[in-house]
């Protein structure tokens, strides 16, 4: 979720965690992939993202766990809050997609799937992009480019001593693949609050301030979310205020998880050890 958080737009200076603040964390973040096991045997044609997002509320409801993205205000001043507790995207959606009843799951769509949720006042966000049923071999690659590229990241962060030398690698790995890194949105530090510093781009910032880079430290926690686009890296808006698509119509896909720096080095808050849904 990316709503009001934009590049340029500054928050509280971002806090390094404990040990302990990271094993709450976790717990959040054990909630939000918990959702996503239970919605991956709804990524079928015909059932509609509306039945996708009121199997994410009660995954939530019964840990007692607060939708982080439900009623999240707009960016644009008057526009509406996010009406739901999952963004739900297919085929050129980017990021923001709505659930409806409406919409439903076609075989050959590919569905990004974010949602994220906060417990006992620790936030966790991730996403996943799915398959439905067979897709086409650049849809393929799409989705194994995304998710590649998130992992590239995370063995990074364990490696590299600032943020901007993972993201230069990311946006070679994209490029190699000749897919586009979209810039409009970027990853987020995450704690308290959903939406924190520091900004987590998945590209170079050529044009950035000095202090838009940040050290990779023990106690860091932060996701990272690329989004990857067959063609042009070039978003546009639709008339619901939310839905981000491609401009030239072309596929797109996201994958994130919330990561902590440790001392034993980096730790996905987002996933079960195997880092695979079952």
């Known amino acids: 979720m990316r709503g009001l958080y934009g590049m340029g737009k500054q928050s509280p200076p971002r806090q390094l965690r404990s040990a302990r603040e990271i094993a709450a964390m976790r717990n ?23 039945e996708i997002d009121a199997v994410v509320r009660e995954v939530f409801a019964r840990n007692h766990a607060q939708p982080l993205f439900l009623n999240f205000p707009n960016s644009t001043e008057g526009g509406p809050p996010f009406p739901a507790a999952t963004c739900i995207s297919i085929n050129a959606e980017v990021v923001h ?37 067979e897709i086409d071999p650049v849809k393929q690659k799409l989705l194994a480019v995304t998710r590649g590229v998130l992992f590239l990241a995370i063995d990074l962060m364990g490696k590299k001593s600032r943020w901007s030398e993972v993201a230069a690698e990311m946006e070679k790995f994209v490029r190699d693949h000749r897919f586009s890194v979209v810039e409009d949105f970027v990853g987020h530090g995450i704690g308290r609050d959903m939406h924190e ?15 838009a880079d940040f050290r990779l430290e023990e ?8 989004m990857v686009n067959v063609g042009t890296k070039a978003v546009k808006t639709l008339s619901d ?16 998880h919330t990561i902590a720096i440790t001392s034993e080095g ?7 050890p195997s880092g695979e849904l079952e």
Do not use: M, Y
Not at 111 to 127: L, R
């Open 28 to 50: 959040a973040g054990l909630v939000v992939w918990d959702t996503f096991k239970a919605v991956k045997p709804l990524v079928k044609p015909g059932v509609s993202t509306a």
């Open 97 to 133: 997609g709505i659930p409806s009843l409406r919409r439903k799951l076609a075989a050959g769509d590919i569905v990004s799937i974010d949602t994220g949720c906060k417990v006992n006042g620790w936030c966790g966000d991730a996403a996943f992009t799915f398959p439905v049923g």
């Open 197 to 211: 510093e520091p900004q987590v781009p998945n590209f170079v910032q050529r044009r950035a301030p000095r202090n």
């Open 219 to 226: 106690g860091l926690v932060i996701a990272v979310e690329p």
């Open 241 to 256: 205020q939310w839905t981000q698509v491609t401009k030239d119509g072309k596929p797109s896909a996201h994958f994130e």
């Open 266 to 272: 980096p730790q996905v808050l987002t996933s079960s």
